[in-house]
């Protein structure tokens, strides 16, 4: 029984072959694989970004981009897009850049990294590989 149970256990791990990660880019970043944005991913970017608004209820939304990764062996998405809540303290005309993370876990928990800085926003999407567009108006859906 003893050497049956020794060799299940070591047939199930014979099967277990790690997968290397991807490689890291010269800045020391992770570049993500892009995908599409499902209702249910926009959902929880704009349910999250919302959080984060003054007047969220007026917020539009522009182009929003994706991607995943998995970081320090957690998966995550991340995304990058334009707001327009109406109420831009910057005097721009309402487009702010914001940059996300989405942890698919069973809460589908959303971080804002940073919101309304073009150029910090801006190079943090590029660095991983999401390069917006410039700002616009319409709205996204």
């Keep these: 029984m003893r050497k049956t149970v ?11 072959v ?3 990660p991807p490689p890291l880019e010269p800045d020391g970043t992770q570049r993500v694989d892009p995908i599409p ?14 959080q984060h608004l003054r007047n969220p209820i ?11 990764r998995t970081l320090n062996g957690r998966h995550e998405i991340v995304v990058c ?8 303290p910057s005097g721009s005309d309402g487009n702010e850049p914001f940059i996300g993370k989405i942890y698919p ?3 589908n928990s959303f ?9 910090s926003v801006g190079g943090a999407c590029r ?4 390069a917006m567009p410039e700002a616009n108006t319409k709205p996204h859906r």
């Excluded at 007026?58 to 995943?68: I, N, P, S």
């Excluded at 660095?127 to 999401?130: D, E, P, V, Y």
């Design 127 to 130: 660095m991983a590989g999401l």
């Design 81 to 88: 897009g334009y707001v327009d809540d109406k109420s831009s």
């Design 58 to 68: 007026a917020a539009k939304f522009g182009t929003m981009l994706a991607g995943e």
């Design 37 to 50: 944005i499902s209702l249910a991913l926009e959902e929880i970017i704009t349910a999250g970004v919302r």
């Design 105 to 107: 876990d069973p809460g």
């Design 111 to 119: 971080e804002l990294v940073a919101i309304g800085d073009e150029a």
């Design 6 to 16: 020794q060799l299940l256990s070591a047939a199930s791990l014979c099967g277990c």
């Design 18 to 20: 790690a997968a290397a």
